[in-house]
Structure formats: structure tokens, C-alpha cells
């Protein structure tokens, strides 16, 4: 028996998850990409295939802030997604975590998301 790298597990809950998270026009869909260092956050529209809103650590609000730990950055995308979906017209999202687990930095940018405005 062979066993799994961190990456195949990864994907593997990845795709079950997204069997039961679907976006649509009404609610799409919140998806997190979290690597070693940089964390990125999209809202999608799976009905039509269109990323609506994008944000991650590396845009220039976010930047701006200097020498803070991941997790707080993580927390600044959160509500830096939020805006601009409230922006775009967006309340209700779908949150997916990719197959990460809901701890720390994922969860510090939902929490974020959630506490400027987002309904989960």
C-alpha cells in the first residue's frame, strides 16, 4: 500500500467537498487558497464560470501593512473579499476551504469575511 502525499489527500478532499458546495448567481461560492506563504480568496459563480471578486495578501492594501504574522494578513483578505463583494452587490456566499481544515489562517479569513458583513 502506497501512501498519500500531503497534496493527493489534499485533493481528494477537495473534490468531495466540492460534490456539495456549489455557487450560484443567487449565493456563489467563496473559495480559499492558502500556500506556505501568501493566502488568496475568490468568489465564484459556478452557474456561468465567472470569478465575480478576488483578493489575497498580495494587493496593495494588504501590503501596505507591514511585518504582521500570516494569520493577520489571512484576516485582512477576509475583509478586504468582503468589501468588495458588498460592493459588487454580494451578501451571501458559500464558503470552501479547499480541503484545508478550518483552523487558522483559513479561519481567520472567514471570520474576518463574516465580521464585515458576509452571511455564511
Not at 456549489?22 to 475568490?42: D, K, M, W
Amino acid at each position: 500500500m502506497v501512501q498519500e502525499s500531503r497534496q493527493q489527500a489534499r485533493r481528494r478532499r477537495k473534490v468531495r467537498v466540492r460534490k456539495r458546495v456549489r455557487g450560484t448567481t443567487e449565493r456563489p461560492r467563496l473559495n480559499v487558497f492558502r500556500s506556505a506563504v501568501h493566502i488568496y480568496a475568490q468568489i465564484i459563480d459556478d452557474s456561468n464560470g465567472r470569478t465575480l471578486v478576488s483578493s489575497s495578501d498580495r494587493d496593495v492594501d494588504v501590503i501596505a501593512q507591514e511585518s504582521i504574522t500570516k494569520t493577520d494578513r489571512a484576516s485582512l483578505v477576509g475583509k478586504s473579499i468582503a468589501e468588495r463583494a458588498q460592493a459588487s452587490g454580494i451578501e451571501t456566499i458559500v464558503f470552501d476551504r479547499a480541503g484545508y481544515q478550518y483552523h487558522g489562517r483559513v479561519k481567520a479569513l472567514a471570520e474576518a469575511a463574516r465580521e464585515a458583513g458576509l452571511e455564511f
